[in-house]
T-cell receptor, first 113, second 112 residues
Framework: ETGVTQTPRHLVMGMTNKKSLKCEQH?????MYWYKQSAKKPLELMFVYSLEERVENNSVPSRFSPECPNSSHLFLHLHTLQPEDSALYLC????????????FGSGTRLTVV | ELKVEQNPLFLSMQEGKNYTIYCNYSTTSDRLYWYRQDPGKSLESLFVLLSNGAVKQEGRLMASLDTKARLSTLHITAAVHDLSATYFCAVDMFEGAQKLVFGQGTRLTINP
């Protein structure tokens, strides 16, 4: 256990479904991130939240919607996904100004059918 | 746009041998990170390199950073099977938050 918890670990959803991924950390970190990892591409940064404000949105399709209600929790809301969205979604957190890198969660393996 | 390139992408080696993984990046940064990922698992932090000339060692792994050459190396000494994994380097762009841009990863297989 790294201190960053992601749920669910596995998710299968249809293209018309709506689901949410959850990430939680109690490390006292104040920045949180969503990355997508697929077989064809390296780790792709999707969203960055710094002090609960979104500071990065890397041209991610609107069918992915992040939410950061507080510094300990991060969500990724999913709707009308495509099969190519199937991937491992990783959440990470860090402490601003400390440059110690990220702590990653275990990821959610998403399959869109 | 910051680009991070690792070389090689695939590496198969025998136990007991030495080898080096290279990580090149395209813009100025003096913060570089190495991570390990086992199949189906998350990323585990290995090394944090925060200045030019930084060298860190842990067991059979040693990482170094040359910010002038924009190059980091991960050296494996006398490889053992347990080191089989995918290794990623990541460079910090720091734009409002710590923003890591990852290389493609090097899949390392160590054969007995």
């Amino acid at each position: 256990e790294t201190g960053v918890t992601q749920t669910p670990r596995h998710l299968v959803m249809g293209m018309t479904n709506k689901k949410s991924l959850k990430c939680e950390q109690h490390l006292g970190h104040n920045a949180m991130y969503w990355y997508k990892q697929s077989a064809k591409k390296p780790l792709e940064l999707m969203f960055v939240y710094s002090l609960e404000e979104r500071v990065e949105n890397n041209s991610v399709p609107s069918r992915f919607s992040p939410e950061c209600p507080n510094s300990s929790h991060l969500f990724l809301h999913l709707h009308t996904l495509q099969p190519e969205d199937s991937a491992l979604y990783l959440c990470a957190s860090s402490l601003l100004g400390h440059f110690s890198g990220y702590t990653f969660g275990s990821g959610t393996r998403l399959t869109v059918v | 746009e910051l680009k991070v390139e690792q070389n090689p992408l695939f590496l198969s080696m025998q136990e007991g041998k030495n080898y080096t993984i290279y990580c090149n990046y395209s813009t100025t940064s003096d913060r570089l990170y190495w991570y390990r990922q086992d199949p189906g698992k998350s990323l585990e932090s290995l090394f944090v390199l925060l200045s030019n000339g930084a060298v860190k060692q842990e067991g059979r792994l040693m990482a170094s950073l040359d910010t002038k050459a924009r190059l980091s190396t991960l050296h494996i000494t006398a490889a053992v099977h347990d080191l089989s994994a995918t290794y990623f380097c990541a460079v910090d762009m720091f734009e409002g938050a710590q923003k890591l841009v990852f290389g493609q990863g090097t899949r390392l297989t160590i054969n007995p």
